[in-house]
């Protein structure tokens, strides 16, 4: 791998534990505003199990993701089940099948206008209450690729980083080309009854938050 893509794997290594410190302020966060208790039965639509090692409270886990996607072979104190299925066509469930639906950093990923309506349907269709956060972009550094200020580049440019690194990358380039961040705006218009929150790092909006208590 050329000099160019060790910004890549420079920006990941640095991110992993700013990460991991930010997801565990977020889940406590949730814990707090959705009043997670024990034995709570929680829907992860697109998530790993990872991020709840933070939650002490033993909750009843669903994640659903992508064949193969999943990291199953993850010691944890929670009850999980997981399915592979599509987030935004879920079957073999019924209305308010959960306690809550809880997705972090997926609705992003989904694909274009109508994939992220049907995933935001089925979230709040199958849980008593939600939890769908999403990157903000405007924070500087982009979550996915590193870039600074990379929604601000004209379309050309983007397009032009993008062919240069499906050479070496293409899986990465892909889901970094089919990545789409949401405005506060457009969060609130597929979660109407939702109340939107903005989570800030360093005074600076990181990302937005769609919750329902229930």
């Known amino acids: 791998m050329t000099w ?15 990460s991991r410190w930010n997801r565990s302020r977020r889940m406590r966060a949730f814990a707090a505003l959705m009043r997670v208790r024990e034995g709570m039965s929680i829907l ?18 669903t994640i659903v ?11 944890s104190h929670h009850a999980i089940r997981y399915i592979e299925g ?3 066509e879920l079957v073999g469930f019924e209305e308010r099948s959960f306690d809550a639906v809880f997705s972090n950093s997926v609705i992003e990923h989904v694909g274009a206008d109508e994939k992220r309506r049907a995933f935001a349907t ?8 939600y939890w769908v956060q999403t990157p903000s972009g405007r924070f500087p550094i982009e979550a996915h690729c590193g870039m600074p200020f990379w929604w601000l580049y004209p379309t050309r440019l983007r397009q032009f980083f993008l062919a240069r690194w499906r050479r070496n990358l293409p899986a990465w380039t892909e889901m970094v080309e089919h990545t789409t961040v949401l405005t506060k705006n457009e969060l609130r218009r597929l ?15 990181k990302s937005y938050i769609a919750y329902f208590p229930g």
């Open 4 to 18: 160019k893509y060790l910004r890549i794997s420079a920006f990941y290594a640095l991110l992993h534990p700013y």
């Open 44 to 61: 992860d639509l697109g998530g790993q199990p990872m991020i709840w090692d933070s939650v002490p409270e033993r909750l009843n886990l």
């Open 65 to 75: 993701n992508l064949p193969g996607i999943a990291e199953r072979n993850v010691p």
């Open 86 to 88: 599509n987030a935004c």
């Open 122 to 129: 089925e979230a709040r269709r199958l849980g008593k209450s």
């Open 191 to 205: 979660f109407p009854e939702a109340k939107i929150i903005t989570e800030k790092s360093l005074g600076i909006s």
